[in-house]
T-cell receptor, first 113, second 114 residues
Framework: KQEVTQIPAALSVPEGENLVLNCSFT??????LQWFRQDPGKGLTSLLL?????REQTSGRLNASLDKSSGRSTLYIAASQPGDSATYLC????????????FGSGTKLNVKP | SQTIHQWPATLVQPVGSPLSLECTVE??????LYWYRQAAGRGLQLLFY??????ISSEVPQNLSASRPQDRQFILSSKKLLLSDSGFYLC?????????????FGDGTRLSIL
């Protein structure tokens, strides 16, 4: 069974810092991995999707990497801003279990002005 | 452009009452549709998904059911709510063109059972 773990559970940083969020998964037979952002009481916003054949994806100040062999993905946020404060979730889809996302429990980020 | 709507945004229901949450998608046809639940302090759990009208797959045994009466409508229901049904319910859609399509989520419904 696939298990997805996110570390740390919570993170508080001053504005302007570069930071890294971690996601690990136990079953390396993934099809893709997706990073989401969730604001309090809101739905999810998709940030980046990495195919299993890719090693990283970039969008603005965000960079996500994927290392299937070690079962890890990282989300790098450059020059953090207070508006980045949210919970960040990673999720994987397995090759042999179509349509099912396995989600981590998230990292709650607080960027202080 | 495609949009997804969920309602209501919040709901307070007594134990034993029925439930109906609705989700609709606009701007696309024959989407894959999903219901997730996020319990307090826990990650998202897939409850149901549907690849077409009348086609429902259940991921976990529970007190809830889902239906897809129309192509872009997905309904989550219960005949008698339990305290354990409290949580944040999210509907999502994706295109059916392959596994490399991201899922897009609605704003969610916060359900509190008293």
């Amino acid at each position: 069974k696939q298990e997805v773990t996110q570390i740390p559970a919570a993170l508080s940083v001053p504005e302007g810092e570069n930071l890294v969020l971690n996601c690990s998964f136990t079953d390396s037979a993934i099809y893709n991995l997706q990073w989401f952002r969730q604001d309090p009481g809101k739905g999810l916003t998709s940030l980046l999707l990495i195919q299993s054949s890719q090693r990283e994806q970039t969008s603005g100040r965000l960079n996500a990497s994927l290392d299937k062999s070690s079962g890890r993905s990282t989300l790098y946020i450059a020059a953090s801003q207070p508006g980045d404060s949210a919970t960040y979730l990673c999720a994987v889809i397995l090759r042999y279990n179509f349509n099912k996302f396995y989600f981590g429990s998230g990292t709650k980020l607080n960027v202080k002005p | 452009s495609q949009t997804i709507h969920q309602w209501p945004a919040t709901l307070v229901q007594p134990v034993g009452s029925p439930l109906s949450l609705e989700c609709t998608v606009e701007g696309t046809s024959n989407p894959n549709l999903y219901w997730y639940r996020q319990a307090a302090g826990r990650g998202l759990q897939l409850l149901f998904y549907s690849v077409g009208i009348g086609q429902i797959s259940s991921e976990v045994p529970q007190n809830l059911s889902a239906s897809r009466p129309q192509d872009r409508q997905f309904i989550l229901s219960s005949k008698k709510l339990l305290l354990s049904d409290s949580g944040f319910y999210l509907c999502a859609w994706s295109t059916n063109r392959g596994l490399d399509q991201p899922q897009h989520f609605g704003d969610g419904t916060r359900l509190s059972i008293l």
